[in-house]
C-alpha cells in the first residue's frame, strides 16, 4: 500500500464473539443520544473512522456473525482463524492475509474501546511516522489523584481496576502491569504530578513487529499478567509509551455487562448518536 510517498496507516479492529465474561459482546447493541442502538463493534468502527488521515480500517474476526455485522453497515473485514491468543496476534495474522495491502503502519484499536479518542491515536500515528526506528507504540496517560485512588482501591479489593506502565528517560516502556507501578511512599504526595501512568489498550506496529511477534512463543510474564504486549519485551522489542493529555472523558471499555450503562451515559453527553 503507498501514498504519495508518506507512510501508510491502517486500523485493525480485532474482534471475537467468544468471551468468558460477556459472550457475544462485539454485537451488543449500545444507544447513543438519541437512543439509536448501534453493535459494539460498529461503535469501534465509527471510532476508527473519527482518527484523520488514515488509509483503511479492517475488522478482523473468526466469526461469521460478527462479519456479516460488519459488511452490512459498510467495514471491510479481514477472516483470521480461531487460535488468534489475543489481538495483536489477530492483527498479525490481518497482515498476513493483506499482502501487498498492508500498510506501513498498523493500529489496533480493540474491538470493544468504543471511547477511544481520536487525538491520542493521532499522537501515537505520529510518534510512528516522526521516529522511523520505533517498531511498536502506545499511549500513556498520567493518573490523576481520583483515577489513582481508584486503581488503589482496586488492587486493594483485589480488582483488576486498570493497567499502568512504567518507561525510562526516553520514554521507552519499562514493564506493564495490572498491580499499580511504580510503589509510591506513604509520604508520596497525591497530587497532580503523580508519577503514575495508565497504560490504554491501543498499539501500533510497524509490520516486522507483529510477524516476529507472531513468531514468538508467549512469554511467562505475558501469561502471568495476562497482558499481550510483554511478549514484545521479553523479546527485546522496545515499545515507545507515548505520553498523552488525560481525554475528556472516561475512556471506558466494554468488559462487563454492568460496563454498558456507563458507555451508553458518556456517549449522551458527548453527544454521540
Not at 493497567?163 to 497530587?191: C, G, M, Q, W
Not at 522489542?237 to 454492568?258: G, H, K, Q, S
Request: charged share 25%; aromatic share 6%; hydrophobic share 40%.
Amino acid at each position: 500500500m503507498t501514498s504519495g510517498g508518506r507512510p501508510t496507516v491502517g486500523i485493525i479492529i480485532p474482534a471475537r464473539f467468544e468471551s468468558s465474561r460477556y459472550p457475544g459482546k462485539p454485537l451488543a447493541p449500545i444507544h447513543g443520544a438519541t437512543g439509536l442502538a448501534r453493535p459494539l463493534i460498529e461503535r469501534s468502527w465509527l471510532a476508527a473512522k473519527a482518527v484523520p488521515d488514515v488509509d483503511a480500517i479492517w475488522i478482523a474476526t473468526d466469526d461469521e456473525r460478527i462479519a456479516e455485522a460488519g459488511r452490512a453497515f459498510g467495514a471491510e473485514v479481514v477472516m483470521t482463524s480461531s487460535s488468534c491468543r489475543n489481538g495483536t496476534e489477530r492483527c498479525a495474522e490481518a497482515i498476513t492475509r493483506l499482502g501487498d495491502n498492508t500498510p506501513d503502519i498498523i493500529v489496533n484499536l480493540q474491538g470493544d474501546a468504543c471511547l477511544t479518542p481520536a487525538e491520542i491515536v493521532t499522537r501515537m500515528i505520529a510518534h510512528m511516522r516522526d521516529v522511523r526506528e520505533v517498531s511498536v507504540a502506545t499511549p500513556a496517560i498520567r493518573c490523576s489523584p481520583t483515577l489513582y485512588q481508584h486503581l488503589v482501591g482496586d488492587q486493594a479489593a483485589g480488582r483488576v481496576g486498570g493497567t499502568t506502565v512504567v518507561f525510562d528517560s526516553s520514554n521507552e516502556a519499562l514493564y506493564f502491569s495490572k498491580r499499580v507501578i511504580p510503589h509510591l511512599p506513604l509520604d508520596h504526595p497525591i497530587d497532580e504530578d503523580l508519577p503514575v501512568y495508565l497504560h490504554m489498550g491501543l498499539y501500533a506496529y510497524r509490520p516486522s513487529a507483529l510477524i516476529e511477534y507472531m513468531n514468538t512463543p508467549p512469554s511467562v510474564l505475558e501469561l502471568l499478567e495476562g497482558l499481550e504486549q510483554l511478549r514484545f519485551l521479553d523479546a527485546r522489542i522496545r515499545i515507545a509509551a507515548v505520553i498523552c493529555d488525560t481525554p475528556d472523558w472516561d475512556v471506558i471499555e466494554l468488559n462487563n455487562p454492568t460496563d454498558l450503562a456507563p458507555i451508553e451515559r458518556i456517549l449522551k453527553a458527548r453527544g454521540v448518536e
